[in-house]
C-alpha cells in the first residue's frame, strides 16, 4: 500500500512564527501536492511539484513557500504564520502517468493564534 | 475556469436505503473524475476513478457514472450502512485535480 505521512497531526503555533509541515511518501511517486481544507471552500491547491527541486504554484501560493531536496519528501513552509492560515492541510503524491490518481496523507490541523 | 458542484451538501438516511450523490462540472474537457471519502479529522480515500472514456466504474456496493457531455457524475451506494457515514468529495482532473466541496453522508441505524 502506498504511504503518504504527515508527520504532525497537530499543530498551534503564534502568529509570526516559521512552521514547517513535512510530508513523507513511500512508493517513489513523482508528482507531490499541497492543498488546505476550509468549511465551504473545499481543497485548494498550494503548491505542487512533478520533480526533485521543481516547484509549481497552484491556487492559492501566497504566503506559502515550499521544498523538495529529495523526491520522496515535500515540505510546506509558512515564513510568518497568520490566523488566516488556520487550516487542514493535506499532502498527496501520484505517478506521473497522465492519470493522476492521487493518495492523501492524514492531514496536519494548524491553529495560528 | 472549472467548477465542481456537489449537491446535497449534507444528507441524513436510514441504514439500508439506497442513495444517489451527485457532483456536476463546467468543462467537459476532463482526463478522470475521482470520487474519494473523508472521515472526520482524516484524509482523503481513493474510491472510485472513472476515465474520460469510461461511462462508469462499480466496487462493491459503490457504482459510479459519468456523463462528460452533460458535466455529470453520479456516486451510487447501493444497501447504505452506518459505516459509510463521511463526506463523500468527487474531483476532476484537468492540467490539475479540482474538488467539489463534498457531500456529508449520515446513515443511522
Known amino acids: 500500500d502506498v504511504k503518504v505521512t504527515q508527520s504532525s497531526r497537530y499543530l498551534v503555533k503564534r502568529t509570526g512564527e516559521k512552521v514547517f509541515l513535512e510530508c513523507v511518501q513511500d512508493m517513489d511517486h513523482e508528482n507531490m501536492f499541497w492543498y488546505r481544507q476550509d468549511p465551504g471552500l473545499g481543497l485548494r491547491l498550494i503548491y505542487f511539484?512533478?520533480?526533485?527541486?521543481?516547484?509549481e504554484k497552484g491556487d492559492i501560493p501566497e504566503g506559502y513557500s515550499v521544498s523538495r531536496e529529495k523526491k520522496e519528501r515535500f515540505s510546506l513552509i509558512l515564513e510568518s504564520a497568520s490566523t488566516n492560515q488556520t487550516s487542514m492541510y493535506l499532502c498527496a503524491s501520484s505517478y506521473y502517468n497522465g492519470a493522476n490518481v492521487l493518495t492523501f496523507g492524514a492531514g496536519s490541523r494548524l491553529t495560528v493564534l | 475556469k472549472q467548477e465542481v458542484t456537489q449537491i446535497p451538501a449534507a444528507l441524513s438516511v436510514p441504514e439500508g436505503e439506497n442513495l444517489v450523490l451527485n457532483c456536476s462540472f463546467t468543462d467537459s474537457a476532463i482526463y478522470n473524475l475521482q470520487w474519494f471519502r473523508q472521515d472526520p479529522g482524516k484524509g482523503l480515500t481513493s474510491l472510485l476513478l472513472i476515465q474520460s472514456s469510461q461511462r462508469e466504474q462499480t466496487s462493491g456496493r459503490l457504482n459510479a457514472s459519468l456523463d462528460k457531455s452533460s458535466g455529470r457524475s453520479t456516486l451510487y451506494i447501493a444497501a447504505s450502512q452506518p459505516g459509510d457515514s463521511a463526506t463523500y468529495l468527487c474531483?476532476?482532473?484537468?492540467?490539475?485535480?479540482?474538488f467539489g466541496t463534498g457531500t456529508r453522508l449520515q446513515v443511522f441505524p
Open positions: 511539484s512533478y520533480d526533485v527541486k521543481m516547484k
Open positions: 474531483a476532476v482532473y484537468t492540467d490539475k485535480l479540482i
